[in-house]
């Protein structure tokens, strides 16, 4: 007679980067029910929106194409997880039980609601429908109107670069200095494309106001902006505190170094939204897919019985898009330290669209063969202050 065992019901939130690769992952064992619950019925490769706003590349891709076998993707939004009930409340009423949450709803825009006008006129670019929106006003706009990006890390350097190349009249606004993140060899090189290519680039500057046709800066100056994009930090859904769980000063899960939760050992969090001993890694692709490996394993080692493994994740440095021909890779030590060290031009855009092109492969090939994610280990874990952590989203 065969004896028939409750699958382990899993709902992973969130399908982006770590999420999906998650939801792979999770099938290494065959007795475990996975859900996914994501509010697009679309993957979007968010590395890649400064592409869509642009007009110079799309950025979703099928999750048929993504998923493998037995994972019931749900369109829908979580807006609470019931802890006390072990379910998962989504916005349409519905709700799913759960044995394990793998908690990957990752990140969102963050326009400051400190800065007059910001939340009213400008546009972020985190997200694929903040994307979309931006992309329909950049399409009324007469080529040669000015346009103004608020931030000086990787996304706003990809965007700027995106649009100067195209002929744009940008203007890129440093609340501190370019790609603070880079090494000096590395910040030159993008300095050097962005003049080439007639791009402005105001370093110690910060804006004060944001006005439909103009930005203030702190000194009192206004720049005509018939378009500015907020590109100068990340938040994170609030969706762990709306469930009485811990979290960060931004809002991420609190967790220990197995990336459970420190209030829930059914929860295990991955990806930007995870603060794990409360210092978060860097916001980023490159992690996501490790952590979202990593998050994997720790449930399956608690529905098995067995101790989680610790994070022991090592980043080997980031790279920034320079529009359609060039690109520099910043090299770090393991520690996410950037070294005096880069490859740019055209071998770095090479690199570049490598990159992106690996962080979805590595999902399909996790879809065929459950337990292929691998990643750099060793080394210590960065020191991540908040204010770091906003700054990154590209690999």
Not at 194 to 216: F, G, I, N, T, Y
Not at 240 to 249: F, K, Q
Request: aromatic fraction near 4%.
């Amino acid at each position: 007679m065969t004896e028939h065992h409750t699958p382990h019901k899993v709902v992973v939130i969130g399908g982006g980067y770590a999420g999906t690769l998650a939801a792979n992952h999770l099938r290494m064992r065959a007795d475990v029910d996975i859900t996914l619950v994501n509010p697009r019925p679309e993957f979007v490769e968010r590395v890649r929106l400064h592409q869509y706003v642009a007009g110079t590349g799309e950025a979703t891709v099928d999750y048929g194409t993504l998923l493998g076998e037995g994972i019931q993707l749900v369109v829908d939004s979580a807006t609470r997880i019931d802890t006390a009930a072990r379910a998962v409340r989504l916005a349409s009423g519905r709700a799913l039980d759960y044995d394990h949450v793998l908690y990957a709803i990752g990140s969102t825009g963050a326009i400051p609601s400190s800065v007059p006008g910001a939340a009213e006129f400008a546009f972020d670019i985190a997200e694929f429908e903040a994307a979309r929106r931006l992309r329909a006003r950049l399409d009324e706009l007469a080529p040669d109107a000015p346009v103004t990006v608020v931030g000086g890390g990787l996304t706003g350097i990809e965007t700027a670069a995106e649009l100067a190349e195209q002929g744009r009249a940008v203007t890129l606004v440093c609340g501190r200095s370019l790609a603070p993140s880079f090494s000096p060899s590395g910040r030159r090189a993008v300095a050097r494309w962005l003049s080439r290519h007639a791009a402005a680039v105001l370093e110690d500057a910060m804006v004060s106001e944001v006005r439909p046709d103009a930005v203030v800066f702190a000194d009192g100056a206004v720049r005509a902006s018939a378009l500015t994009i907020w590109a100068g930090g990340f938040g994170v859904p609030q969706l762990a505190a709306a469930s009485g769980l811990r979290t960060d000063a931004l809002g991420r899960l609190l967790t220990d170094e197995t990336l459970t939760s420190v209030d829930d050992e059914r929860i295990v969090a991955a990806g930007d939204a995870a603060a794990p001993s409360g210092r978060p890694l860097r916001m980023s692709c490159y992690a996501a897919g490790p952590l979202g490996a990593q998050a994997a394993n720790t449930v399956l080692s608690r529905i098995a019985g067995t101790e989680p493994a610790v994070i022991d994740l090592a980043f080997s440095g980031a790279c920034v898009s320079l529009g359609r021909r060039s690109a520099v890779r910043q090299v770090a030590g393991k520690d996410d330290t950037a070294v005096n060290v880069h490859v740019g031009g055209r071998m770095g855009a090479v690199i570049k669209e490598l990159t992106c092109r690996f962080a979805v492969s590595r999902i399909r090939r996790e879809a065929r063969r459950p337990g292929s994610a691998a990643w750099f280990k060793g080394g210590p874990r960065p020191e991540q202050p908040a204010s770091a952590a906003r700054a990154v989203t590209s690999p």
